[in-house]
């Protein structure tokens, strides 16, 4: 990410039951940011974002 431009990341590696407090922790640095790009699905049990985009390599899955 950080060779695509971006100005700050935090590479947060945290077993299950530490990711929401991980999470807490990391998020406080990017106060005021305009936007945040984390990579992961797992957040989204703690996180409601305003955009999700999954990726997926099977071409059955593709939704046109």
């Known amino acids: 990410m950080k060779r695509a431009g971006a100005k700050k990341v935090i590479w947060l590696r945290a077993k299950e ?3 929401k ?3 807490k922790k990391v998020l406080k640095n990017f106060r005021g940011s305009e ?4 990579e992961g699905t797992s957040v989204l049990k703690y ?4 955009l999700r985009i999954f990726v997926d390599s ?6 046109a």
Do not use: A, F, H, W
């Open 35 to 38: 936007g945040i790009v984390i």
């Open 58 to 63: 099977d071409p059955k899955n593709v939704v």
């Open 21 to 23: 407090e991980g999470l």
């Open 47 to 50: 996180l409601k974002p305003d």
């Open 17 to 19: 039951e530490g990711l």
